[in-house]
C-alpha cells in the first residue's frame, strides 16, 4: 500500500498544460525532497525532478515541480504526443525509514 | 554513460531463495548508494531496499525485512540481493538503481536498470 496519494489519471490535448499531485504527511513529503519519476510503456522508470523542483539535464522544461507542505504537483505544460506515460512522485519517509513511492498517474494524450 | 544490469530472476517456488546481481558501470560506483526497486506487473512501484556507498546503513521495507538481504561489492562494481523464504507476493520486476547521493536517506535514485523479472508460483 503506497503512502503518497496520486489520481489514477490525468488527461489532455496537445500544448494543453496538465497537472498531476501527490499528497502525503509530515513524515515524507512535509520533511523531505520530492522527486517525480516517468515511466514509459514497457521501460524503466526516468528521473524527472528532483530534489522538489530541480531538472536533470535532458529533462525538458515544460515538465516543472513544485512542493508546499504535506502535498507536491508535477506540472507538464505544452503537453506533446510523447508525454503518454505512467508518472509517480517518491519522498523518503521518517517513520518508516525506507523511501516511499505514489500510487502512479497515468497521463493520457487525447 | 551510466548502465546497470540486473540478472538472475527467474520461476522460483514459494519458500526457495534467489539471488539477484547488478553489473553497474560508467559511474564511480563506490561513491553512490543503491537500491532495489520493484514492480509487479501492472502495479506500481515499490521501494525494496537500498545500501549507502560503504555498506554502513542498509535499509528494507517492512514487506522484505528479515527475508531480503542486501549487499554490495565495490571492487566488482555489483550490487546483490538475497531473497530468502519467497512468497507468490514477491513477484515482481525488481530493478536496480543508482542513489543520488551516498545516502541511502538522503535522496531517491536517479538512474535505473532494466529490471528482471521475478515469479514466484508453484
Known amino acids: 500500500q503506497s503512502v503518497l496519494t496520486q489520481p489514477p489519471s490525468a488527461s489532455g490535448t496537445p500544448g494543453q498544460r496538465v497537472t498531476i499531485s501527490c499528497s502525503g504527511s509530515t513524515s515524507n513529503i512535509g520533511t523531505n525532497y520530492l522527486y517525480w519519476y516517468q515511466q514509459l510503456p514497457g521501460t524503466a522508470p526516468k528521473l524527472l525532478i528532483y530534489r522538489n523542483n530541480q531538472r536533470p539535464s535532458g529533462v525538458p522544461d515544460r515538465f516543472s515541480g513544485s512542493k508546499s507542505g504535506t502535498s507536491a504537483s508535477l506540472a507538464i505544460s505544452g503537453l506533446r504526443s510523447e508525454d503518454e506515460a505512467d508518472y509517480f512522485c517518491a519522498s523518503w519517509d521518517d517513520s518508516l525509514s525506507g523511501h516511499v513511492f505514489g500510487t502512479g498517474t497515468k497521463v493520457t494524450v487525447l | 554513460e551510466v548502465q546497470l544490469a540486473e540478472s538472475g530472476g527467474g520461476l522460483v517456488q514459494p519458500g526457495r531463495s534467489l539471488r539477484l546481481s547488478c553489473a553497474a558501470s560508467?559511474?564511480?560506483?563506490?561513491?553512490?548508494?543503491m537500491h532495489w526497486v520493484r514492480q509487479a506487473p501492472g502495479k506500481g512501484l515499490e521501494w525494496v531496499s537500498g545500501?549507502?556507498?560503504?555498506?554502513?546503513?542498509?535499509g528494507y521495507a517492512d514487506s522484505v525485512k528479515g527475508r531480503f538481504t542486501i549487499s554490495r561489492n565495490n571492487a566488482k562494481k555489483s550490487l546483490y540481493l538475497q531473497m530468502n523464504s519467497l512468497r507468490p507476493e514477491d513477484t515482481a520486476f525488481y530493478y536496480c538503481?543508482?542513489?543520488?547521493?551516498?545516502?541511502?536517506?538522503?535522496?531517491?535514485?536517479?538512474?535505473w536498470g532494466q529490471g528482471t523479472l521475478v515469479t514466484v508460483s508453484s
Open positions: 545500501i549507502s556507498w560503504n555498506s554502513g546503513s542498509i
Open positions: 538503481a543508482k542513489g543520488a547521493t551516498g545516502s541511502v536517506a538522503a535522496a531517491g535514485p536517479d538512474y
Open positions: 560508467g559511474f564511480t560506483f563506490d561513491d553512490y548508494a
